[in-house]
């Protein structure tokens, strides 16, 4: 039973080998209750429920997987073992659909702050000067676009209760600790404004999302969910290749519309 073994008790322990897995329930350390990622595995079992694991508890029925119990800071923090839980790729593509309608969005309302016009104007094929130029000079005007952004998206998820990328993938955000919608997003969005956008600097940016992806990957929750949401939803490959396709007609869009504010692209032939 080779493969890396992941253990949500107080001390977040993984990742393991089957035979310290084996060792810890042989101690009495590794309870009934104790939740278990195995490797491959979308979702974690209680130990009770696990080949060879379960022989060192008594027999009885399952624990409660919804009563909150304290798992360190590993992905369930209280949430059902057998959630549908999305994964990185769904939930990054979802995002980046978001991104493209709302950062257009976000610059369209900032469009007289010093700045933003030298953003619009940006050559987007243009040298790497160019980058250099818009997130690094006009860091302020940057940062100020994706704060925007955030709440924008905070808004929609609070009120309406999705994305237009969520909606697509069918994805759900769900809080842990019964905050409000409004409430659970505006603090969510905010954290990732600063802890993953980093206020707008890609270079620290591109580093947490990948940070991100690698916590998933291997059953942990993101920095900004932590014991207070999940992410739920599996979508079907038809959902994932609708999604892909409006990530790309909606990039196509916003490149055609900077081009047409540029004066690059008539709007009449």
Request: hydrophobic share 50%.
């Amino acid at each position: 039973m080779a493969g890396q073994y992941f253990v949500a008790d107080d001390r977040k322990r993984g990742a393991l080998t089957w035979g310290k897995v084996w060792d810890l329930a042989r101690a009495g350390e590794i309870r009934a209750n104790t939740l278990i990622l195995l490797p491959g595995a979308s979702c974690w079992l209680p130990a009770c429920e696990i080949e060879h694991v379960r022989d060192f508890f008594p027999t009885g029925p399952r624990p409660e997987a919804s009563s909150q119990e304290q798992v360190g800071s590993v992905f369930f923090a209280g949430a059902e073992a057998n959630s549908k839980l999305a994964g990185p790729y769904s939930r990054f593509l979802a995002r980046l659909i978001d991104y493209v309608i709302l950062v257009s969005a976000s610059m369209t309302l900032m469009v007289e702050v010093p700045g933003v016009q030298d953003i619009f104007s940006a050559d987007v094929f243009g040298s790497s000067a160019a980058y250099v130029r818009v997130f690094y000079v006009y860091a302020g005007p940057v940062a100020l676009m994706w704060l925007i952004v955030q709440l924008l998206l905070a808004l929609c998820m609070g009120v309406a209760g999705t994305s237009p990328g969520k909606a697509i993938l069918g994805l759900n955000v769900r809080s842990l600790k019964n905050e409000s919608p409004l409430r659970l997003h505006l603090r969510r969005e905010l954290k990732i404004w600063v802890l993953v956008i980093c206020l707008g600097f890609h270079t620290t940016a591109l580093f947490q999302v990948g940070r991100q992806y690698v916590l998933l990957r291997f059953g942990q929750p993101t920095i900004y969910d932590g014991k207070s949401s999940v992410v739920e939803g599996r979508p079907s490959a038809s959902r994932f290749a609708l999604a892909v396709a409006a990530l790309l007609l909606l990039s196509v869009a916003v490149l055609c519309m900077m081009a047409i504010i540029n004066g690059q692209l008539p709007l009449w032939p």
